[in-house]
């Protein structure tokens, strides 16, 4: 079950940050991680998501390489879904085909305490089967549409999760909710969906004291002023 806590851990949304983490700005200004976070998705918005996906896009793993990543999990802790999550989960087909990952990312439900999701080795998202159970389909593709955004930046967050750089965590998070608000845009989907399900998990997590990690977190007041300042973006875009 540790095993699962520590692959889980990797790359997941929604732990609730504490006040005072390294890192984490106390005063009304944005930080340096939002501030370049919003440099990098106007860029996105000036040349538009879609381009940016087509730049971007990055091949799936091979099926066997996927199997071999599956097959390295830890059993502990791995539960079969019921009919009512399959369908649930169903959901997620629509943001995998935006990004180009329909029928190459493999789901598993797992059982832990707090309300995770993260992407293990960019093709296998992990849920908790609390996360699951506190957020509706809409949600649960906006989750998503966060988590399939890291594909973007795996080596950038590897190397900065192992160097412990705190500030770009965060940056790349934002950055990811940035590109999330702009997958829900192209899906018809609005941002309030994002901000549900983020304050969903976060709230059910300090709720039941259910930290990981937190020095990487931005808190959830932070995301959720980002991601109105991103969907903001967007609009204006339109007019
Ligand atoms: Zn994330």
Not at 2 to 10: F, T, Y
């Amino acid at each position: 079950m540790n095993r699962v806590i520590v692959l889980i851990a990797c790359c997941c949304l929604a732990n609730p940050a504490i006040a005072g983490d390294i890192g984490e700005q106390q005063t009304a200004g944005p930080s340096p991680a939002e501030t370049r976070a919003r440099a990098f998705i106007e860029g996105v918005v000036s040349i538009g998501f879609a381009e940016f996906r087509r730049r971007n896009n990055t091949e799936p793993l091979s099926r066997e390489a996927r199997a071999a990543i599956l097959a390295a999990l830890p059993p502990q802790g791995a539960l079969v879904p019921t009919r009512a999550e399959r369908t649930k989960l169903a959901a997620l087909d629509q943001v995998f085909d935006l990004y180009n990952r329909l029928g190459a990312v493999d789901v598993r439900v797992v059982d832990l305490k707090p309300a995770l999701v993260a992407v293990h080795q960019r093709e296998i998202l992990l849920i908790t089967r609390q996360a699951l159970s506190l957020v509706s389909p809409r949600e649960l593709q906006a989750i998503g549409a966060h988590e399939l955004a890291h594909e973007y930046f795996w080596k950038d967050f590897d190397t900065a999760l192992n160097a412990n750089a705190y500030e770009r965590l965060q940056e790349l998070e934002l950055m990811c909710d940035g590109l999330a608000v702009m997958a829900l845009q192209s899906l018809g989907i609005g941002r309030s969906h994002l901000i549900n399900a983020a304050t969903k998990l976060t709230r059910y997590n300090e709720r039941t004291a259910a930290r990981i990690m937190t020095s990487r977190q931005v808190s959830l007041e932070r995301r959720v002023a980002f991601i109105k300042q991103v969907d903001a973006l967007l609009a204006a875009g339109r007019r």
